[in-house]
């Protein structure tokens, strides 16, 4: 059938209108394309360039400036200071030993240097900056910098170093930072990334290590654009790094000082202790070092010099140390026996110079004996006889019970290096760790704190705390954390009886103030600083009976490493307790004699806040005691170079 005219115009103008439509739609999306071409094409031409070329854009990772460490009165213990060095990043050099050596012709390397920063090239990820030289000049800096677009690769920066203004005095306390090692990535359980820098410097001993997540802080990243020969042509952004948590210690500077200048000589230990807080005024621990030696590359004749020497420089005596206590152990027997209800206070007990236990003889430190004693007396004389005999009523478990209470046996949880837990012997430990059964002589043993018993310097003044207040004191060393306070050590209550304490604290006073006390020697006059104490002296060799049957011999006789170890603790005032104080001579001989002069100088010092005065020693010793202060190497805490290293 034929179509009309009219109809074929209309299909005409139908299909015309839908070519139009389509047409215009075509149009309207080459349009479309069109600008969006040209706007990635010119408009973002130069962003997807750098993301054609992601070869050509490296992530650096920015290191945190580490946090600082300030004593209690706010002084600088360890800081940072500027460090200009040299890095390199393996992934933009083609020839690197090339670079090596045109890099060498501009600044001091030796061949030994040249060798490191291979190794490290070889080690490290290809993307990371690995420090070819540091601790340069800023001359030398200029030379690389002005001569960096011969040296592809290589970018000169100023970074960070830690340094110790206050020198050896720190060192045992503080520690020391070093760059992380092999043996650091293989036992840290942390996979912050910032360890896998090359020389990137973390905590190796003291405050530095264990405080090393607060100290570290967080680190930052740049992105970087760099040219076809690895020159960095510009920053394309950057998160910056948190810098890490300053610290405040509850040490002060001067006292630190004094105690360091006071041990010079000796291989020794002191501990300080505000008993009210439980703050740890003093740790120290004699001879020392300079830690700033570790941050800069020890020397291996320096380190040498420091393993080599017979007094242990880099062991921290105070912590880490254990010893017999000696009779400094003595207070610990009679509360136990007070306790125990087998004593008391008036009772006496005659000593004879020995007493007989299973055929064999437990001797005196007093050959012909010291006749009767009671309590006070026993303390103020330090009879060995009468705590045999108490020894043999209460037993070891109780008296090891009252060890821990006074803090004797328990590592303290103190963020220094291998704190020492010490050692209080039951009959069970000597079966599980010996192998053999308890005997009454182990038992006579400890009571005067030989045999298995040993406690360490900071231990014994804690004991020394908790007996003058009465009070659990725990020791502590942080004060704050970016200005947030850590919590007091003054502690709870014993629990022991106000009576109870007050005799054994009153034979401590007799000891250092009443003629015939081991300590009378080294007494103070000063009434308002009076102090409290107990004498130790604990053997390190056995006394055959030849050698008793002829005489002992003095300890001035022997060798060194054969004399006894000489021991003081106390507090003062000893009316009203504000600070106890530990010292631990090794080899030193008595505890009269050797720890106690020391002790009373160093608890004059705390009360005195500075150097201890004359007036408050017998005027019959004080132009020898003049002449001995004067001669100790102290400086003024308000200046940051300290003495030459003790080492």
């Not at 011969?150 to 960070?160: F, S, W």
């Not at 437990?362 to 010291?370: L, V, Y």
């Not at 604990?538 to 006789?557: F, H, P, W």
Request: aromatic fraction near 6%; charged fraction near 25%; include cysteine.
């Amino acid at each position: 059938m034929r179509r009309s005219p009219k109809d074929t115009e209309e299909s005409a103008a139908i299909i015309s209108r839908r070519g139009l439509v389509m047409g215009s739609g075509m149009a309207a999306f080459a349009g479309v394309l069109g600008l969006r071409m040209r706007h990635l094409q010119v408009d973002q031409a130069d962003q997807f360039r750098l993301l054609a070329e992601e070869n050509r854009i490296n992530i650096r990772l920015l290191p945190p400036a580490r946090g600082q460490v300030f004593d209690r009165n706010g002084l600088l213990l360890a800081g940072n200071e500027q460090n200009y060095r040299v890095t390199m990043v393996r992934d933009e050099v083609d020839d690197p030993e090339q670079v090596l050596h045109a890099l060498a012709r501009l600044i001091p390397m030796t061949e030994e240097d040249m060798e490191r920063a291979r190794e490290e090239l070889r080690k490290r990820s290809r993307l990371v900056p690995v420090t070819i030289a540091d601790r340069l000049s800023w001359e030398d800096l200029s030379q690389v910098a002005v001569n960096a677009p011969a040296l592809p690769g290589i970018t000169p920066e100023v970074g960070l170093s830690r340094a110790y203004p206050r020198g050896a005095d720190f060192a045992h306390i503080v520690g020391y930072v070093g760059p992380v090692s092999d043996y650091d990535l293989s036992r840290i359980e942390d996979k912050d990334p910032l360890l896998q820098i090359p020389k990137f410097q973390i905590g190796k001993t003291g405050a530095e290590n264990k405080l090393e997540h607060e100290l570290r802080g967080k680190a930052g990243t740049k992105r970087v654009e760099v040219n076809a020969i690895g020159r960095v042509m510009r920053e394309l952004g950057r998160d910056e790094s948190q810098k890490g948590a300053n610290v405040q210690l509850t040490i002060d500077t001067r006292l630190q000082n004094f105690v360091q200048a006071r041990l010079a000589g000796e291989s020794a230990a002191a501990v300080v202790i505000d008993v009210e807080t439980g703050d740890l005024l003093s740790i120290g621990s004699a001879p020392a070092f300079d830690p700033n030696l570790f941050v800069r590359g020890i020397s291996v004749k320096d380190y040498g010099d420091l393993t080599s020497n017979k007094y242990r420089p880099l062991a921290n005596k105070a912590v880490q140390g254990t010893y017999p206590p000696g009779s400094t152990f003595k207070m610990v027997t009679a509360l136990a026996a007070l306790e125990a209800g087998e004593i008391t206070p008036d009772e006496t007990i005659r000593c004879v110079g020995y007493t007989e236990v299973a055929s064999r003889r437990f001797h005196c430190w007093k050959r012909g004996g010291h006749g009767r004693m009671n309590l006070r007396n026993s303390l103020k004389q330090s009879c060995d006889v009468y705590y045999y005999d108490l020894a043999q009523r209460v037993g070891v478990e109780k008296i090891s019970a009252m060890a821990r209470r006074l803090g004797l046996g328990e590592r303290h949880d103190v963020p220094m290096s291998a704190v020492a837990a010490g050692l209080m012997p039951t009959k069970a430990w000597k079966k599980e760790n010996r192998g053999k059964d308890w005997v009454i002589g182990d038992s006579l043993n400890a009571s005067i704190g030989q045999g298995f018993v040993l406690t360490s310097p900071l231990q014994l003044a804690v004991m020394t705390a908790r007996l003058a207040t009465n009070r659990s004191v725990t020791p502590r060393l942080v004060k704050s954390i970016d200005g947030v306070e850590t919590p007091s050590g003054a502690g709870e209550p014993l629990g022991l009886s106000r009576e109870m304490m007050a005799q054994v604290q009153g034979g401590m006073f007799a000891v250092a103030n009443e003629s015939g006390g081991t300590a009378y020697g080294t007494r103070i006059d000063d009434k308002s600083m009076r102090m409290a104490g107990k004498t130790g002296t604990s053997q390190v060799r056995n006394i055959t009976k030849a050698e008793r049957a002829r005489g002992v011999s003095s300890n001035a006789d022997l060798p060194w490493e054969r004399r006894d170890h000489a021991l003081y603790v106390g507090f003062a005032p000893a009316d009203a307790p504000k600070y106890a104080v530990s010292v631990v001579v090794e080899h030193g001989g008595g505890g009269s004699t050797a720890a106690a002069p020391i002790a009373r100088d160093i608890i004059l010092a705390a009360q005195a806040d500075g150097i201890p005065p004359l007036s408050a020693y017998p005027s019959s010793q004080r132009g020898r005691i003049s002449s001995a202060l004067k001669k100790l190497q102290l400086w003024d805490p308000d200046e940051p170079k300290a003495p030459e290293s003790q080492a």
